[in-house]
């Protein structure tokens, strides 16, 4: 859809629906500072890798399904079985947001003092059971005071669990940002979601603590990227994530670009786990239900900037996935696009095509079943950046090494995995199995 900004009605007010209902925005929704009518107290049920969370947070929203909370006056909750679409222009600041109701946040999430946990926004939001579109344009601004510690969370798109979120227009997510900032494109901690962006999804934050595009952190659901996304930002990124068994593939464009800052104090796992870049990223542990594969047969560039500012610590994912349960099951990787990991700055940084519990401080091998993967020709034992792990066995008795370029007389298929010093030093397992089976093109 071509959007002519200037031929949009502008208003402040948000569009608020019941549950069940049908909400369509065709004007330019500019929301600059809190207000009764675009401000929800809200109390959200979550799923975080199996587990079930509850908070209560401030947000600010463009566009939301919502039912008032009978038990609670002026509260509300997401309402379900909504449909939301934004045809026109929705625009929110946080800036007046967070100096508003700043001293209103609990110093940490247990503590009797403060009323929320997060100051939050949504541009669109609704309960389980719904449909949210964007055919239109979207902007954060995340321009509260660069330094801040108070806790924003910026959701761009959010639903319940089994509901449907489709970006086919612009997202942009821009500003200062904070190390006390975590930003969400279409993000959902929620089961059975199916997200797609066949669209232009941007990030460029000079700070945040974490970064999610397009995620989920609950069970099942599809993430599908037709569409392009690019990140610039510091903090952890993880671009399209699971963390359990959705499925997740790639058929378009993730440009990643880490400033490889490390804040300590400010972003805390930074330094509680072994730094990587990479477009794959799986962590221990896997989960006992069957586990889809992750293909990318578009394009995934991880660029980490290095400066005098940074230190060898960074943390940069394209694909991102973390299971959790018990080990049974086969992990399945595939590549048949394109994948660029490069690095820039006074550091070296370990970077790979495809990490496996680099982050680990145990030692929790599984299977990892190498399909098809496409990759530039290099002397692979030397660089040791295609496939690195603290602890893996990789099976690659269905492998196809397509390689473009010269390859390396001698090359082996045992070259191609490179366990992690560290974690060899300390008996960690690393196996190649099948190397043999491996078919190198």
Not at 246 to 254: A, R, S, Y
Not at 298 to 320: D, N, Q
Not at 366 to 383: C, D, K, L, M, S
């Amino acid at each position: 859809m071509n959007i002519q900004e200037d031929n949009l009605i502008k208003t402040s007010q948000s569009l608020r629906v019941e549950s069940g209902a049908y909400g369509v925005n065709r004007n330019h929704i500019v929301i600059t500072r809190p207000q009764i009518s675009n401000i929800a107290d809200i109390t959200e049920q979550a799923i975080a890798a199996g587990q079930v969370l509850n908070g209560r947070n401030i947000a600010l929203y463009g566009m939301a399904a919502l039912i008032d909370d009978e038990s609670n006056p002026g509260r509300h909750h997401l309402a379900p079985n909504a449909t939301l679409v934004n045809e026109g222009i929705i625009e929110i600041h946080l800036d007046e947001m967070v100096k508003a109701y700043k001293e209103q946040i609990k110093p940490t999430p247990d503590s009797p003092t403060g009323l929320y946990r997060f100051i939050k926004c949504f541009a669109m939001a609704a309960g389980k059971n719904s449909m949210l579109v964007n055919e239109g344009i979207i902007r954060v601004y995340f321009d509260q005071d660069i330094d801040s510690d108070t806790p924003v969370y910026g959701e761009t798109l959010l639903a319940g669990e089994n509901s449907t979120i489709i970006n086919n227009g612009q997202i942009q997510l821009i500003g200062n940002g904070s190390y006390a900032t975590q930003a969400r494109g279409i993000a959902v901690p929620a089961n059975n979601m199916t997200i797609i962006n066949n669209g232009q999804i941007k990030l460029d934050m000079e700070r945040a603590s974490t970064i999610r595009i397009l995620a989920t952190t609950g069970l099942g659901g599809s993430i599908v990227n037709y569409g392009s996304i690019e990140v610039k930002s510091s903090g952890r990124i993880m671009t399209i994530a699971r963390f359990a068994n959705t499925h997740i593939l790639n058929e378009g464009t993730v440009d990643i670009v880490s400033r490889a800052r490390f804040i300590e104090q400010k972003v805390s796992f930074l330094y509680q786990s072994y730094p990587l870049a990479c477009a794959f990223y799986e962590h221990s542990f896997p989960n006992a239900s069957q586990v889809p594969p992750i293909v990318n047969n578009g394009t995934v560039k991880v660029h980490l900037e290095g400066s005098e500012e940074s230190t060898p610590h960074a943390v940069a994912f394209g694909i991102y996935s973390e299971m959790v349960g018990k080990e049974e099951q086969v992990h399945r990787m595939e590549n048949t696009g394109t994948i660029t990991v490069t690095q820039s700055g006074p550091y070296n940084f370990l970077t790979a095509e495809l990490g496996a519990n680099v982050q680990s401080a145990k030692d929790f091998p599984y299977q990892i079943e190498i399909g098809e993967w496409h990759t530039a020709a290099r002397n692979f034992a030397e660089t040791k950046d295609l496939f690195v792990c603290s602890s893996g066995i990789f099976d690659f008795a269905h492998a196809r090494l397509v390689l473009s370029g010269e390859a390396p007389s001698d090359l082996k298929a045992t070259d191609l995995v490179y366990q992690r010093e560290e974690a060899a030093q300390r008996g960690d397992t690393c196996r190649v199995v099948n190397a043999d089976q491996c078919i190198i093109a």
